[in-house]
């Protein structure tokens, strides 16, 4: 029987699909831009779908959503059969509050799946 315990999230994502562009720093300093689009967000992390680059957890990136641009750590990354790559990533700067929006503070729960 599946009981309901306690996520890892600070807080409940919230569906928001938007435009943004994530920005890469290569190693030898250059930044490359790519289009990419959010699924769900919160105050602290994402989950991104759209980008055409390669990454891996751990990596930096840096948001641009309308003018303002955050950092992000880069903590999964996936690609489920016959959809877009997808990753999930942990906003580093997030005093600077790039969506706009207030987030409702409920925490996350989910099913344990047997």
């Known amino acids: 029987m599946p009981r309901f315990v306690k996520g890892k999230r600070r807080q409940k994502r919230t569906r928001m699909v938007a435009p943004v562009k994530l920005w890469i720093t290569g190693t030898n300093g250059d930044q490359e831009s790519h289009l990419a689009h959010t699924l769900d967000v919160t ?26 641009r955050a950092r992000f750590r880069v903590l999964w990354t996936s690609t489920p059969k016959s959809q877009e790559k997808q990753l999930g990533a942990e906003c580093v700067e997030p005093e600077k509050h790039i969506w706009g929006v207030e987030f409702p503070e409920k925490v996350d729960e989910y099913e344990e799946k047997d």
């Open 43 to 68: 105050d602290h992390g994402i989950r991104l779908a759209g980008f055409r680059c390669e990454l891996k957890p751990e990596d930096m990136i840096e948001l641009q959503y309308r003018h303002k």
